[in-house]
Structure formats: C-alpha cells, structure tokens
C-alpha cells in the first residue's frame, strides 16, 4: 500500500491507518487476526487510546505475536494513543501505562485526546516533552473535535500531528486540513465513516483518499473482511455511481449528524448533547452497548432531563432538531 508522510514528524504510515475503538467488543484472538491481516496487507499505522478499554491491551497481544513472527516488525509499524490526561502525574502514569500495555519500548506518537478550549494542560505538556526527551514518545499530537480550537493549537510547535473528524458529511475541517498540510503537520481523520452512519466503508474511505490534501484516514476496524474492504477501497478511483451515493448520503445524513462541534453548548440544564450523541452512536451503530451506556452513565445530566426550552437548537449551525435526537437517544441508554 501507499505511504504517505505524516507531516514534520516524518513518519511514515500507510494510506489509511487501523483505529483502535472495534477490537474491544471481541476478544484478543480477534484483534489479533485483525491486527495481522491488517499488517499483511500493507496498513502499518495503528491508532487507540487509553479511553477504548482493552484496545491497548489487545493491541499489545497482538503485537507480542507478530513481533516474533515478522522480523523487524515494531520498526515497521507507526504506533499512535492518546490520552485525556491534564495533569503532569496523569499523563506520564498514562504513557508508561500506554507503553507496557502494547508492548512497545515506545509510543510512535502520543497525542492529547479531545483537548478542549479552557482547560489547563500545562502539567500533561510538561509530562510529553519529558517522555519525548526520553524517548518514551517519539511525537506529540492533539486530537479535538473543535475546529476553531485546533486552528489556534497548530501555531504551537509542540503539535506534530492534529486529528479531526473527516468524511462524507462532516467536511467543515478542509480548510484547517490545507493550513495544516501547508505548515507540515501530519493530519489524521478520524470518523472516515462518520462513527457508522455511513454503511459502505469503501465509498467512505474512497471520498477521503482521492482528495487533494492529505489525511490520513483511520477507521475503525474490528474484523478481518472489514480490513480486507477497506485496503481494497484505497486503490481505487470514485466512479459516477459512487458520487451518486455520495450525494445521498450528504442529502439524508447532513440535517441530521452531530458533528460534535459543541456549538450548541451550554445546554439550560447542563446536558453534554454531543457526548449523548456520541454514546448513542456507539450503542447503535459499534455495537457497543455496555460500553456506550457505561460512558452515558457517567454524564452528570442525563438527556432525559431536556426541558425541550430550544436554546440549543437555535445555535446549532447544521440545524439538527437535538429535542427529537435527545429523545431517541434517551430510548437505547436510559431504557436499561
Ligand atoms: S448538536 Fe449541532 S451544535 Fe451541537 S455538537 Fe452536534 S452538530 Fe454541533
Ligand atoms: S432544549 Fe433541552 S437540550 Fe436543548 S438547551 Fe434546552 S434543555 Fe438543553
């Protein structure tokens, strides 16, 4: 497959990269025949987090076995995690956590999760320059779903990679995608599938190779066939019925999509919506039920206390009716 430098940090990683957040609803045998085929069939970036629970761990089987079985293989492959950590002790706990669980003597590179405007993370930086003079991490990156935010973030030298949402819908990152490239900082897409909504991953990943800047999409993959389509996707063009479905897709899934900008936040009773959205995302379409209502149940403010006042949807900029979308999602996390 393809390789395609990944920014100033001069790494580099294939085409399309595996993400981490599928293998955790199998077991570690699973993850492993995945993990393989992936590698076999040229994909030798992986990315997780400390956030997908066993994805780390599992991860770190596989490349235990791999390790003995294909020489030269950690030199072969780009390794990425992140963390949500903000405080010094946190993240350097989480890196050398990182670290042993995946069986590595070091992170390829270590990115902020979600990082969001106003919050401190003063100690979690002092704690990656540390690991990256140590060689615990190779490069720091920084994964928001806040636009504006990563705008500002790719001023700061610090950050060798960004990751964004990209796909079909969710295409309002282009232009910090170009200023990225041009500053040479490595972009990653995530959500190429748009976290499920978009069924045929082969048009997905399609869309996204064929542009003319360079993102390096990761979608998730958690079998083997599901590998074997989406390596097959980046060697080909889009024809005229692949932009045909395009289209569709944009036309039923635009009105209708969180892009977890977070624009429509604060909420009147303090509701996180796009985090609900986000978890429900994952109950209906990761088939990761437990999981997603684990993460609900730790959101202060449930969805089901929406007074349906309107203040947020009247300041979300794609027009999404949020007091129906609540409702649903109340139905699948709140009915158990
Ligand atoms: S509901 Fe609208 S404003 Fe809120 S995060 Fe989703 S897309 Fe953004
Ligand atoms: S309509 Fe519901 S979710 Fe939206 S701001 Fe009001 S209370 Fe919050």
Same mark, same amino acid.
């Given at each position: 497959?393809?390789?395609?430098?990944?920014?100033?940090?001069?790494?580099?990683?294939?085409?399309?990269?595996?993400?981490?957040?599928?293998?955790?609803r199998?077991?570690?045998?699973n993850?492993?025949?995945?993990?393989?085929?992936?590698?076999?069939?040229?994909?030798n970036?992986?990315?997780?987090?400390?956030?997908?629970?066993?994805s780390?761990? !599992?991860?770190?089987?596989?490349?235990?076995?791999?390790?003995a079985?294909?020489?030269?293989?950690r030199?072969? &492959?780009?390794?990425?995690?992140?963390?949500?950590?903000?405080?010094?002790?946190?993240?350097?706990?989480?890196?050398?956590?990182?670290?042993?669980?995946?069986?590595c003597d070091?992170?390829?590179?270590?990115?902020?999760?979600?990082?969001?405007?106003?919050?401190?993370?003063s100690?979690?930086?002092?704690?990656l320059?540390?690991?990256?003079q140590?060689g615990?991490?190779?490069?720091?990156?920084?994964?928001?779903?806040?636009?504006?935010?990563?705008?500002?973030?790719?001023?700061?030298?610090?950050?060798?990679?960004?990751?964004?949402?990209?796909?079909?819908?969710e295409?309002?990152?282009?232009? =910090?995608?170009?200023?990225?490239?041009?500053?040479?900082i490595?972009?990653?897409?995530?959500?190429p599938?748009?976290?499920?909504?978009?069924?045929?991953?082969a048009?997905?990943?399609?869309? &996204?190779?064929?542009?003319?800047f360079?993102?390096v999409?990761?979608?998730?993959m958690?079998?083997?066939?599901?590998?074997?389509?989406?390596?097959?996707?980046?060697?080909?063009?889009?024809?005229?019925?692949?932009?045909?479905?395009i289209?569709?897709?944009?036309?039923? =899934?635009?009105?209708?999509?969180?892009?977890?900008?977070?624009?429509?936040?604060?909420?009147?009773?303090?509701?996180?919506?796009?985090?609900?959205?986000?978890?429900?995302?994952?109950?209906?379409?990761?088939?990761?039920?437990?999981?997603?209502i684990?993460?609900?149940n730790?959101?202060?403010v449930k969805?089901?206390?929406?007074?349906e006042?309107g =203040?947020?949807?009247?300041?979300c900029? !794609?027009?999404?009716?949020?007091?129906?979308?609540?409702?649903?999602a109340?139905?699948?996390?709140e009915?158990?």
């Open positions: 497959m393809e390789k395609v430098r990944l920014g100033k940090t001069n790494l580099y990683v294939s085409r399309i990269g595996m993400g981490g957040i599928p293998i955790q199998d077991n570690d045998d993850a492993y025949n995945v993990v393989r085929t992936a590698y076999i069939d040229g994909i970036f992986f990315d997780t987090a400390k956030g997908y629970t066993v780390e761990a !599992y991860l770190g089987e596989a490349f235990k076995k791999l390790k079985e294909f020489k030269g293989f030199e072969s &492959i780009v390794v990425a995690s992140k963390s949500m950590s903000l405080t010094y002790d946190a993240m350097m706990n989480d890196v050398l956590d990182s670290i042993k669980k995946m069986d070091y992170i390829d590179l270590y990115q902020f999760h979600n990082l969001q405007p106003g919050k401190d993370y100690g979690a930086k002092a704690a320059i540390e690991a990256k140590k615990l991490v190779k490069h720091i990156g920084v994964t928001s779903h806040n636009m504006d935010y990563l705008n500002e973030l790719i001023s700061d030298p610090l950050f060798e990679t960004i990751q964004y949402p990209y796909n079909i819908v295409r309002q990152g282009e232009e =910090l995608f170009r200023k990225a490239n041009k500053l040479d490595g972009v990653i897409g995530m959500k599938l748009a976290g499920g909504a978009i069924d045929d991953g048009i997905a990943i399609k869309y &996204i190779v064929n542009k003319d360079v993102v999409p990761i979608p998730g958690g079998s083997v066939e599901e590998v074997i389509n989406n390596v097959g996707a980046v060697q080909s063009k889009l024809n005229e019925s692949d932009l045909a479905k289209k569709e897709y944009q036309a039923t =899934l635009d009105g209708d999509f969180c892009r977890r900008c977070g624009y429509c936040k604060p909420c009147t009773k303090g509701i996180d919506i796009p985090f609900a959205f986000l978890c429900e995302g994952y109950y209906r379409r990761y088939n990761l039920q437990e999981w997603a684990q993460r609900y730790t959101m202060k969805a089901s206390e929406c007074i006042c =203040l947020c949807e009247s300041r900029p !794609y027009n999404l009716p949020i007091i129906k979308k609540l409702k649903e109340v139905k699948v996390l009915s158990k």
